[in-house]
């Protein structure tokens, strides 16, 4: 019954590994736009190139019939005319006024199939003075088609297709709350027996541990590089990430440097509950509290301000329990060596 | 009752031990001025008086950790071999940290004074600074790290105490990475009491400080007798 248990969990976490990779990679992003050019602008007539990701505008039939360009200055709309139609981007004839209510425009597109796009402070009108659009130069808002497309996730500014990344770097922590945690219990639990086992559950937990915590440094610090442009950057949310690692880290040299002394399991419970009221102050109290340019902080870690969609939940949440299914089984691997080194060793 | 009796005697008679141990043998907080004065007048010869706020902070912070090190990172020395038998059969090990941590935050009071007049008297204060600075909040993110930086090395030096080969260097190890946290918070109060900031903005800052030294202090205390239980 436990070996076929066992045999479920472990090959189930690896099922779930293999659909995420395979889904993560091959599921395509949505359309979206990029950038818009000139981003300066002036007042008179101007053409505007709005490049796209995704192919919004290879339709069936990319004929500048069938999409609406605008652009909006505050609340108010601008009409645009299209000229050229290609699948990566879409060129557009605009009529700039004199006065417009914001001097920042936002560039809508609607398409045929891949609904509506929108680009936030696509271009900066340079001479332009306040005041209302005039009426010939104004648009109504367009009819709006849902898009059609088959399964996609979904399409972010800066974050584009590393929004793939949420299916590594995201799991990979909270498999390390998961197994560190695991590790706090096994540490109160030596505090209060005494036994070794719980000694050796603790060393594994926390060595697994270090090492998802590594992966999702590292994980992070891509997705960094490409939406915020630094390999690293000082906010709340990454010290507290760097320094939990490093705390952990301590762990093991206090272990090391005690060498075989027999307090050495009391002694490094000790420190392993310290270490984790730390973590969870500095992961989890500390960078709500203080203004931090990583997502999810207004609440469940990781959840909200990514604004999961369905797409994007059915392979988030497979990610969540096959990494957490890895993790675990590294840690009972990583158990079993300490066991047999303990029981060899006291021979 | 007599147990909290038992607690604050301990914790009185240990904290009147080392203030009378320092008085008559006088090294150890010398020894921690001598470091903190010494390493202060390197930075001065280093950087001369035209240190920017940046620099000024960063230095006054590495002097006053190291410093820090040095005077707290050798707390339980003295209670070694016999001593320590002794002490686990008669002290009680609650009453004892709260004296050394009682006496840790004195020390590190008069190395706040020295560390900052030693700054002040050398390096001056920084250069090409946006407006007058805030004094008062510059000794207040002084104290309050030290303070937060104290509670830590106190229960990283029992930790490091026990541990039967280079207690010193390992003090120092394990105690960088669990003093972040408050450094982070501490230099940004400097940086701030360098600036025109307005006070109003910068005052979560202690706020933080003085709950993660109480958070810290509290764990030192229930984790204290499970270090020193035989």
Redesign the interface.
Known sequence: MNGAWNWIWKGGGIALLAYVILRGFSTPLQPGLVTASPSALKTGKQVLNLTAVGQPFATPDPSAANFTVVLRAGTQLLRTEIQEVQPHGITVEVNVPNSLPSRTLDAFVFTPTAGTLFLGNACFVEDAAKGDIPAEFRSVRPDETPPQLGFSFPYQPNIMESIRNLLWHVPMWFAMFFIMGLGFVASLAQLRSGAVLWDLRAEAAVRTGITFGLLGLATGSLWARWTWGAWWVSDPQLNGALITVLLYSGYLILRAAMGEDDRVGRLAAVYNVFAFVMLVILLMVLPRYTESLHPGKDGNPGFNKYDLDNSLRAVFYPAVIGWGALCYWMYTLRLRMNRIAHSLLSR | MVGANHTLSTAWTVARLEWQLEWRQGHQLAAVGLFAIASVYVVFQAADQRTGAAAWTAMLWLVYLFSGFTAIGRLFDRERGDVRRYLQWTADPLGLILGKLFHSILTTTALTAVVLSAFILFLGWPQGMEGPGKPGLLVLAAWLGGFSMTTTLV?VSA?AS?????SGA?GA??G???L??QL?LATRLTRGALSDTPWAMLS?YPL?LAA?SA?TAT?ACI?FP??W?A
């Open positions: 229960f930790v026990q541990v039967r080969s280079g390992l190890v394990l960088l990475p669990l972040l946290p982070i979560e933080f993660l958070g764990l984790l499970y270090i239980r």
